[in-house]
């Protein structure tokens, strides 16, 4: 496959996807919805817990989801069991009088016995802005030592910089995703996202060792070179993208709520990072290095 050939299709591509989730932020902000949507772990909200007499089945799950968003206005509620027949609903922060009229709601429609909630309580933020400053930090630190790491491994800053925008670029996708279906943002992003920024690094460097050896091997141009190198290695990196999704998509579909909100930002960072490291980093080396040599070209003296 002629990767470099066609490295402008891949750009585009990427550059649509990131530009409809930075419109669909920004309309968000601006007609007050947010740019994200941010869980109670980041903004606060209401938690009511009730015998519902029955086991939690996904009809039922939807049934009461309908009646929350009906009441309170939250367009997406947690509601996930608590033992055998207790139902834990989780939402935006709720007046007293919501939650009441939540719980009397449901008792009727369920012909419930119970007179009270089993909890009835309002939840503070358990992602302050001082959390939020660190996993930015911890990003941000990650990826300047990755340049640094990468630059001195392949004695060549391009590297680094390539592989640094990848991984950029996989961290944009992740937000695009998550503000365009409006999926709660929450601890399990943040965690998800400091995972991915490591793991999808792996297969860009070994895209990158594979140029350099080729580079010693090949007596060819450098769009020649990455398009042998990554041919070489596209096999070992579909296969290992796709026996670790097959075990998070498991996760995903059979795993309980909180395990379903860690592996989903990881399903998307890993399909990201794949891509990316196929079809972002290596012609954004060539870019660079197709920079390089312009520059060089313009600024020789000429000779008389």
């Known amino acids: ?32 919805k947010g740019a994200f949507n941010q869980d109670i772990e980041f903004t606060g909200g209401s938690i009511v817990q009730i015998n519902m007499e029955r086991k939690l089945t996904p009809e039922l799950r939807n049934e009461l989801a309908e009646i929350v968003t009906e009441i309170t206005g939250d367009t997406a509620p947690r509601i996930t069991a608590a033992g055998d027949t207790g139902v834990i609903i989780t939402t935006k922060r709720a007046e007293v009088a919501a939650r009441k009229k939540l719980f009397d709601t449901i008792k009727e ?45 392949f004695k060549d800053y391009r590297f680094g910089m390539s592989a640094v925008a990848a991984l950029v670029h996989d961290v944009l996708i992740m937000l695009a995703v998550y503000a365009v279906f409006r999926i709660p943002l929450n601890n399990s992003f943040i965690a998800g996202m400091l995972t991915i920024v490591g793991y999808s690094i792996n297969d860009t460097i070994i895209v990158f060792d594979r140029i350099r050896e080729n580079k010693g091997k090949m007596h060819a141009d450098d769009a020649k070179i990455i398009d042998e190198s990554v041919n070489q290695t596209l096999t070992r990196s579909i296969n290992t993208s796709i026996t670790t999704l097959i075990m998070i998509v498991l996760l995903y579909i059979l795993g309980v ?48």
């Open 1 to 32: 496959m002629k990767f470099i050939e066609n490295r402008k299709k891949f750009f585009i591509l990427s550059a649509a996807v990131i530009l409809i989730g930075l419109l669909t932020m920004c309309y968000n902000a601006i007609t007050q």
């Open 109 to 153: 429609k369920y012909s419930l016995s119970d007179e009270i909630p089993l909890a009835d309580s309002d939840v503070s933020a358990s992602i302050s802005d001082e959390i939020k400053l660190g996993a930015l930090q911890a990003v941000v630190v990650g990826i300047i030592l990755i340049l640094i790491y990468i630059t001195y491994r």
């Open 257 to 304: 709520q909180s395990v379903k909100q860690f592996a989903f930002p990881l399903i998307i960072g890993i399909a990201a990072g794949t891509y990316s490291s196929i079809f972002i980093a290596s012609p954004l080396w060539y870019e660079l290095r197709k920079l390089k040599r312009h520059s060089n070209k313009t600024t020789k003296p000429k000779t008389t």
